[in-house]
T-cell receptor, first 115, second 111 residues
Framework: GAGVSQSPRYKVAKRGQDVALRCDPI?????LFWYQQALGQGPEFLTY????????KSGLPSDRFFAERPEGSVSTLKIQRTQQEDSAVYLC?????????????FGPGTRLTVL | DQQVKQNSPSLSVQEGRISILNCDYT??????FLWYKKYPAEGPTFLIS?????DKNEDGRFTVFLNKSAKHLSLHIVPSQPGDSAVYFC??????????FGKGTRLSVIA
């Protein structure tokens, strides 16, 4: 079956632009996670959804970052007024609820470069 | 403040030899530990995990060892193969908290 897909795979934005990154989780996966991976670092948790409910957004670095999952499937991570420090790979993962981290399936990521 | 530390950014090993990747953690509440493998332009994929109630878990060529008193775990790959060349991330969980990842170690297996 299809895995987690993300689009676009690469995005270049000028500083100050808004961007929207899309994640299509595995069909039937209730939980969805967003991570930010800066160059030379490991993935860092941003936010977590169970169906359409955003249960944890403690990792979002500023109020410029906003995530939604209105119908409990596709999710969008939006970054407003992008800054150079937002340059990173944004990873999405999905799984069934209540299971440990080994059952998280990751997408290939969107590489965002802010000039 | 890094709760999961992988102090070796890179490691080179001859094909057929053992690869040992190390990970240290500071949060004593972590109760589940995982290793993920990542190839370029792909997302991380789960490799092996261990619960804090165990000190060893083995899956084929991969073995993870946990030393809770030292807050240290290691991943052993034997024998190493060229296809094992990737970045390996150590990660940890406490209860239902999000995964906390280390910075990763790039393993190069030389034929």
């Amino acid at each position: 079956g299809a895995g987690v897909s993300q689009s676009p795979r690469y995005k270049v934005a000028k500083r100050g632009q808004d961007v929207a990154l899309r994640c299509d989780p595995i069909s039937g996966h209730v939980s969805l996670f967003w991570y930010q991976q800066a160059l030379g670092q490991g993935p860092e948790f941003l936010t977590y959804f169970q169906n359409e409910a955003q249960l944890d957004k403690s990792g979002l670095p500023s109020d410029r970052f906003f995530a939604e999952r209105p119908e409990g499937s596709v999710s969008t991570l939006k970054i407003q007024r992008t800054q150079q420090e937002d340059s990173a790979v944004y990873l999405c993962a999905s799984n069934l609820p209540g299971l440990r981290g080994d059952t998280q399936y990751f997408g290939p990521g969107t590489r965002l470069t802010v000039l | 403040d890094q709760q999961v530390k992988q102090n070796s950014p890179s490691l080179s090993v001859q094909e057929g030899r053992i690869s040992i990747l190390n990970c240290d953690y500071t949060n004593s509440m972590f109760d589940y530990f995982l290793w993920y493998k990542k190839y370029p332009a792909e997302g991380p994929t789960f490799l092996i995990s261990i619960s804090s109630i165990k000190d060893k878990n083995e899956d084929g060529r991969f073995t993870v060892f946990l030393n809770k008193s030292a807050k240290h775990l290691s991943l052993h790959i034997v024998p190493s193969q060229p296809g094992d060349s990737a970045v390996y991330f150590c990660a940890a969980i406490s209860g239902n908290t999000p995964l906390v990842f280390g910075k990763g170690t790039r393993l190069s297996v030389i034929a």
